[in-house]
């Protein structure tokens, strides 16, 4: 069942009378792109940060909470290979903030674009008059087309492509969702060593972004259970596997190519880049487990509504 | 003294490192600028508008709530004289509202959208887990320049300017700052007969966002209050200067220029643009009652902290 998110993105979708010559990429993928003269164009995302929902300022500080949100925005960039420009910034602030809460967000958005030159160059700021107003943070980020490959989206997978992931997976509310580096850099290497078909971010969990890459590209997915790359945290949870495919937050790059396109990736230096399945031409996902069973799986990851 | 919205604003203008080549306008204007190309540059503004703040849900209705929060955006590209291009929008949903509240505020934003063919090209929906959060709404809006005059600035206003106001003030919240219409097309206008010198939306009120122009402009003013248009609200306030003055989101241009600028705007046809008082080369702003005294005018709108 495809997650109640999903299904509201493709109603906007279907509603959009969009023209693809000013709009190359509208709703659906992680960055929309806008073309203003023939070879200049800008891509855009926003996020919506707040607390109790992505943070929660009870276990985590307003400085982590500006990186948090300022990051996020920076991973979409990284999820389609483009570089980031600059970003706006609008807050909801709680009854009783003041200069000194807001100059703690700030110093952590600054922390975060500070890793990829990326600043705030406009914004506003309001108060909840409700006392029960809590922060909410939306960074809007523009980014550009890298000038080496096109902007990676998420419609692009093929029968027979290898389907990859960085780093690894699950766990991440256990701390790296306060403090991930978003895999800008790695974007940028990756897609200058080798055509990348689709790509995204992992942040509502494997299984159900990798069914967003599938249903956008009219695809199925086989992914080797014993080939997911999970995390220490991942492995502390007791079910590694289950973390990995359905926790989220992880910020990192899922992404597919050809085989002859991952050679190219042979000794990438920055960052493990681990393939993890197989795109099909039959749609749905499959899993196969160690036991050599094959399973449907389900996108089981976090649902925005 | 200064709103504490504007010395946060200030200080935040004071952090930034933009360079001015590539950013020609950052923070502390009614958009930013971004330089592309040569010719080709791009102007963002974003706006985060809330329950209970900007609206009022028991009051209004979700689709109002859309359109204004649109509308307010677009009001932003009026303010500046650009042309909306494209938006993204990015909301926060109370628990318990679903895809019929969904497509409600969409109904509203499509609303405004379509005044100057601007429509929502990406987004981002999240539900608060706290059972007390409320909805708020974050738009951010993406203009050009009109090509026959530059984007006006607040920074721009000269000595002897006259400074103008476009329809009538006050008393929005009787019910205009839910259906106002972007003043979009008059800046377009406008800017197509003369050189405006500095221009804004008024949103906080007269004489808060003319101590914007003035501060910004490091300049004074003298402003006529027999003179000001306000509107049948204000009338019904009993207080109708007072109203003008101080009430704010009326969502009217605010702008000056010389007097024989002025006199290219004769017989102007779409709306009433009314001079209000001139630009003086002493800080501060003064008001010349209708008994013929002078009174120093202290910025008392609407502060966002």
Known sequence: MQPKEDLITSWFAAQSTLDPAQFPIGIGDDMAEIQLAKDVSILITTDMLMDGTHFDLSTCTLEQAGYKAMASSLSDCAAMATIPLSAVAAISLPVGFGEREIKELHAGRVRAGALFDCEVIGGDITKWRDPAGKL??????????????????????????????????????????????????????????????????????????????????????????????????????????????????????????????????????DIAITPVGVITDTPGIQIKLPDGTTQKLEPKGYDHL
């Not at 389907?163 to 256990?174: M, N, Q």
């Not at 971010?201 to 199925?220: F, H, M, P």
Request: with cysteine.
């Open 136 to 269: 909410a943070i939306c960074y809007t980020i523009l980014s550009k087309p890298s000038g080496h490959h096109p902007p990676v989206r998420r419609n692009g997978a093929r029968p027979g492509d290898i389907i990859c992931v960085t780093g690894s997976l699950g766990g991440s509310l256990a701390g790296k969702h306060l403090d991930f580096i978003p895999r800008v850099k790695e974007a940028f290497e990756i897609t200058r060593r080798a055509t990348i078909n689709a790509m995204m971010d992992i942040t509502d969990g494997l299984s159900t972004d990798l069914n967003r890459i599938c249903t956008q590209s009219k695809v199925g997915a086989i992914l080797q259970a014993d080939m997911i790359p999970y995390s220490a945290a991942a492995q502390d949870s007791g079910d590694p596997i289950r973390a990995a495919l359905h926790d989220g937050e992880d910020f990192e790059l899922l992404f597919t190519l050809t085989g002859s396109e991952f050679k190219n990736l042979d000794g990438y230096p």
